[in-house]
Antibody, heavy 119, light 107 residues
């Protein structure tokens, strides 16, 4: 069965960096893009962008350029989100989601990774 | 960017009620509209894709309709497990924007 398994919660100080992983299984990793979605505490869902798992080409939404980096290791079917340097306002749950249909129907999601940024 | 506006932001309903949530896009998105359900502390779940297609495993009491700019998610008979927040999302173009959510609460 299709699964996306993310790395565990992180507690970081402002200015530090974090790298969240998203390991896919149960399907051909390079057949579907991986999207990243942020949910700040008590807030809605915000699409951060996606990475083409065939080419490795990332696309970032406005507001997620510069400090955010999407990457892949296709040998282990894993996508990564790195944020550096972290700010307190980056505290949120970060989800990876598989893009189906035209690419942006999010049919399978990781369990989410809580990133807390606090001094 | 395409803006997605849901209404209402919250609603109170009873088990067995018929519930409708609307979503309006700031420009035409054809039928590129998805609906998700999210329960507190849980992962969003795809309910409806392509405006009206039911995702596998989703109960048939959920239905979607609409095209262009106006869309509706309907729950024909609300069940206890349906109390949650619902989000629409356009998949017409990037950025893939979400509505602000509609919280369905117990009356």
């Amino acid at each position: 069965q299709v699964q996306l398994v993310q790395s565990g919660s992180e507690l970081k100080k402002p200015g530090a960096s974090v790298k969240v992983s998203c390991k896919a299984s149960g399907y051909t990793f390079t057949s579907y893009g991986i999207n990243w979605v942020r949910q700040a505490p008590g807030q809605g869902l915000e699409w951060m962008g996606w990475i083409n798992t065939n080419t490795g080409n990332p696309t970032y939404a406005q507001g997620f350029t510069g400090r955010f980096v999407f990457s892949l290791d296709t040998s282990v079917s894993t996508a990564y989100l790195q944020i550096s340097p972290l700010k307190t306002e980056d505290s949120a749950v970060y989800y990876c989601a598989r893009g189906s249909g035209g690419g942006w129907d999010f049919d399978y999601w990781g369990q989410g990774t809580l990133v807390t940024v606090s001094s | 960017d395409i803006q997605m506006t849901q209404s209402p932001s919250s609603l109170y309903a009873s088990v067995g009620d018929r519930v409708s949530i609307t979503c309006r896009a700031s420009q035409s998105i054809s039928s590129y509209l998805n609906w998700y359900q999210q329960k507190p502390g849980k992962v969003p779940k795809l309910l409806i894709y392509g405006a009206s297609s039911l995702q596998s495993g989703v109960p048939s009491r959920f239905s979607g309709s609409g095209s262009g700019t106006d869309f509706t998610l309907t729950i024909s008979s609300l069940q206890p497990e349906d109390f949650a927040t619902y989000y629409c999302q356009q998949s017409y173009t990037t950025p893939a924007t979400f509505g602000q959510g509609t919280k369905v609460e117990i009356k």
